[in-house]
């Protein structure tokens, strides 16, 4: 009788803590331990016959499970394409700022940690329910009523200062220029930025901060304020994105 192997697996290193997270934690469900420990054994390159006999499962049982498991269409990788020219010089840039780093030279306590700013996208919407939810009951799943009414929308505006692991943040109703601004301002006369030699601000290409006229106006309100910009399409070098 022919041995079947098991569906070729190749697991990240995220991927195999997360399964072995499952498949030995005491408080997963019995399922979700079995099918964990299965797809781990079959990317060891267990055999389905081998991966039956060690978690005591028919062979079809395992046949069946690493067949659905083998579609994972929630996970994915994507990429973009560079059109920055300049992408290499202004992404270190960036990074030297995060090593305390300025134009070859370090920076030294008399210059404050670079604060970088998500680009003020982020909207915080209150709804609610037209009707009441009736919650769950012996025999009744909860019910929620599925239309709901818009209460407007906030804009969130942040800023991260990556060597004090501190966040400063603010609600606006709206973005642009002067929400941006006044984010500045209320991190600007705060120590220890306001008595600082220099503050770095590392912002993406937004409509509010972008290009020269950005960083004239910011160093007009604030001498010590300079204003680096992250390659266009590469906000995700702005550590406040993770």
């Known amino acids: 009788m022919p041995v079947y192997s098991a569906v070729p697996l190749e697991l990240t290193a995220a991927e195999r803590?997360?399964?072995?997270?499952?498949?030995?934690?005491?408080?997963?469900?019995?399922?979700?331990?079995?099918?964990?420990?299965?797809?781990?054994?079959?990317?060891?390159?267990?055999?389905?016959?081998q991966i039956a006999a060690e978690t005591h499962l028919h062979v079809d049982t395992v046949r069946r499970w690493l067949a659905q498991d083998a579609l994972k269409p929630w996970q994915y990788r994507s990429w973009i394409f560079i059109t920055d020219p300049d992408f290499r010089a202004k992404a270190q840039r960036v990074l030297d700022l995060y090593a305390r780093t300025w134009q070859g030279e370090p920076l030294g306590t008399s210059t404050s940690s670079a604060p970088t700013r998500r680009p003020p996208s982020r909207s915080i919407q209150a709804r609610c329910r037209c009707h009441p939810t009736l919650?769950?009951?012996?025999?009744?799943?909860?019910?929620?009523?599925?239309?709901?009414?818009?209460?407007?929308?906030?804009?969130?505006?942040?800023a991260y200062d990556v060597h004090a692991a501190q966040v400063s943040g603010r609600c606006e109703p709206t973005t642009g220029i002067d929400p941006f601004m006044g984010l500045i301002a209320q991190v600007m006369s705060q120590e220890p930025y306001a008595s600082a030699k220099r503050v770095f601000w590392v912002v993406d290409n937004g409509s509010s901060h972008r290009g020269k006229k950005a960083a004239a106006r910011l160093s007009a309100a604030f001498p010590n304020a300079i204003l680096v910009h992250t390659p266009v399409h590469a906000s995700w070098l702005n550590q406040i994105e993770i």
Not at 136 to 158: C, I, K
């Open 135 to 158: 919650p769950p009951g012996r025999a009744r799943a909860m019910r929620v009523n599925h239309t709901y009414g818009r209460g407007g929308a906030l804009a969130y505006l942040a």
């Open 17 to 49: 803590h997360r399964l072995k997270k499952m498949a030995y934690g005491h408080k997963t469900p019995h399922q979700a331990r079995q099918r964990a420990t299965i797809v781990l054994l079959a990317a060891r390159g267990r055999s389905n016959a």
